[in-house]
């Protein structure tokens, strides 16, 4: 089973551990297998901004955002035309979009919605609430990656609606419960391996990592 032609495959996607356990490798190569995919857009929002920039002008990159109220526009806007592609639907009598995929791809989750500014903070949590909630029939996917696994942090209507999360290594067996529903992260290797909870699987799948550039 490759790992990464089976993440881009689900819905909404969730890659959460502790810094250097591999989450850079699994987004840049989830980057990479999407670019190879036929009517796809990426949307990439890069807090460090060297993580991901070096995408920004790949034809298939339609959107790049940097900042936090760069971020918030980016997710404003997705929102926007995932509810023009269901007016779309709704006209045409049709049940789900069938004209491309958008792929919103975040780096390091926890740094938009910790920011000071507490406007944009929550702009940021109602946009990607909404996008999860709804996104699915659309085709508008996020894909996420953290290393803060909290609820504090993270928002109850994004977690609720990701259907599918990859654990890497977590700081201990809470994190671990939190992230797939049992222990098991916290004891994985520093890099390379990950559970997989998805819901076509019975229970989380401990899955290799395959390295497509420098991981974190």
Same mark, same amino acid.
């Given at each position: ?10 819905p ?18 989830i ?27 790949s ?13 918030? *526009? #980016?997710?404003?806007? /997705?929102c926007? !035309?995932?509810?023009?592609? @269901?007016?779309?639907?709704?006209? +045409? ?28 903070a ?10 999860a ?5 659309a085709?508008?996917?996020l ?23 990859v654990g ?5 067996k809470?994190?671990?419960? *939190? #992230?797939?529903?049992? /222990?098991?992260? !916290?004891?994985l290797?520093? @890099?390379?391996?990950?559970?997989? +909870? ?9 899955m ?9």
């Open positions: 089973m490759d790992f990464y032609t089976t993440a881009i495959k689900q909404h996607l969730l890659i959460a551990g502790t810094t250097g356990s591999g989450k850079s490798t699994a987004i840049h190569g980057i990479n297998t999407v670019l190879n995919l036929p009517r796809v857009s990426l949307w990439l929002v890069d807090p460090k901004r060297v993580e991901l920039n070096q995408y920004k002008n034809p298939k990159v339609d959107a790049y955002a940097s900042t936090a109220p760069g971020a918030a *526009l #980016l997710l404003r806007s /997705a926007e !035309e995932m509810e023009r592609r @269901y007016r779309t639907l709704e006209k +045409a009598g049709l049940q789900k979009w069938e004209n491309g995929d958008i792929y919103i791809i975040i780096d390091e989750l926890a740094d938009l919605l910790i920011v000071p500014d507490k406007k944009t929550s702009e940021i949590r109602v946009y990607l609430s909404r996008l909630q709804l996104g699915r029939a085709r508008v996917h894909i996420v990656a953290t290393q803060f696994v909290r609820r504090s942090v993270l928002p109850l209507a994004l977690v609720a609606n990701i259907p599918a999360v890497l290594r977590t700081r201990d809470l994190e671990s419960r *939190l #992230l797939i529903g049992c /222990a098991g992260c !916290e004891a290797p520093m @890099y390379g391996e990950c559970y997989f +909870a998805a819901p076509e699987f019975l229970q989380p799948q401990k290799k990592i395959c390295r497509a550039s420098k991981g974190d």
